[in-house]
């Protein structure tokens, strides 16, 4: 999957970023434009000598950057901003703006997929495309799962298939992308994220509201900007968990032929994994692996508890239903007849 840097530029509605800005790319704004890449002497980039507030940092910022909508970043342009210099207006425009390109990426994650921005091993800022969209998955599924049935007749333009040649291994492995890639991380996936574009674009909107009552003056702007950011973060950690989401694949990853099972596979990844789609727009931090372990975890409870609840429920309904029961029922209730008189 190709890669192209992002050049930082200057919007003519926006301020332009600062020389430090520009030197950090990501790190140096996100959240607070006077947040810079090297605190105390640590550059946040290397996961070795990232602290508890920096992994914190770094989450944040990629989680911001995942979608339209951070006030420091201005999507469309690709371009770090300083949103205290912001005027009035031009935050009302960046919110309506941003609500429009979540629109957008609902009709592109329901067909191909839409593109977002990352942070690199260097801590560059990066536009990758995402994960495939949901018209890619089915069709994805389709091709996988005939595969799969006709032994790689269907993919004889690969190397050593067709004809008939894929073995039994070959049909499990298309049957397993099939199922898990295809089915719960590309249309179940893609599904919660158009899901997610949507909910975004609805907030943006609110944040609009927000800026034309607090955007004129400096502390309302710091108030507006802290609810809807923090909002936004919220909003992507809690669609990423879902069964299917981003996060929820990466925890449940496996590979049983090293042993490795899933929860413990993610656990023992590096901090990045640019050649795997799982892990290639994020850092993998260990506050990063933690919360969305123990967020995939209950949702799975979550999960299991409402099908065991629908069961249940199916089968009271049935039992009632049931016509020994209503016979039951039926002569439990039956009037007593008086005896004839003779």
């Not at 990232?50 to 995942?66: A, P, V």
């Not at 900007?225 to 879902?242: H, K, P, R, S, W």
Request: net charge negative.
């Amino acid at each position: 999957m190709s890669i192209s840097p992002i050049t930082l530029r200057s919007d003519s509605r926006l301020p332009p970023p600062s020389n430090q800005q520009v030197r950090d790319t990501a790190f140096s704004g996100i959240l607070d434009t006077e947040q810079a890449r090297t605190r105390g002497g640590r550059d946040i980039s290397d996961g070795l000598t990232m602290n508890i507030e920096d992994q914190i940092l770094l989450y944040r910022q990629e989680q911001l950057l995942s979608n339209p909508g951070a006030k420091s970043f201005d999507y469309h342009a690709g371009a770090m901003v300083d949103s205290s210099k912001m005027g009035w207006d031009s935050r009302i425009v960046k919110d309506i703006e941003d609500s429009i390109l979540n629109f957008r990426d609902f009709f592109l994650n329901g067909v191909s997929g839409a593109p977002k921005f990352a942070i690199n091993t260097d801590g560059a800022l990066e536009q990758e495309k995402s994960s495939p969209g949901l018209l890619e998955s089915l069709v994805n599924f389709l091709k996988d799962l005939g595969n799969a049935l006709t032994f790689g007749t269907l993919q004889a333009d690969t190397p050593g298939l067709g004809h008939a040649t894929g073995g039994l291994s070959f049909v499990i492995s298309k049957l397993k992308e099939a199922v898990g890639a295809d089915l719960i991380g590309g249309v179940a996936g893609s599904l919660i994220q158009m899901g997610e574009d949507l909910i975004l674009a609805g907030w943006n909107l609110t944040e609009s509201v927000g800026d034309i009552f607090m955007g004129g003056f400096d502390p309302g702007k710091k108030t507006v900007d802290t609810i809807f950011d923090n909002g936004q973060v919220a909003i992507d950690y809690i669609t990423d968990v879902l069964p299917g989401g981003e996060a929820w694949m990466r925890v449940h990853a496996y590979d049983f032929s090293e042993g490795e099972f899933p929860v413990i596979y993610n656990l023992k990844r590096p901090k990045h994994l640019p050649d795997d789609p799982r892990w290639q727009e994020i850092q993998n931090t260990p506050f990063r692996k933690a919360i969305e372990t123990v967020g995939s975890l209950l949702a799975d409870a979550a999960l299991i508890f409402t099908i065991s609840q629908a069961i249940t429920s199916s089968d009271c309904r049935h039992e009632a239903l049931s016509p020994d029961v209503t016979a039951k029922h039926s002569n439990h209730f039956a009037p007593v007849m008086p005896h004839a008189w003779h």
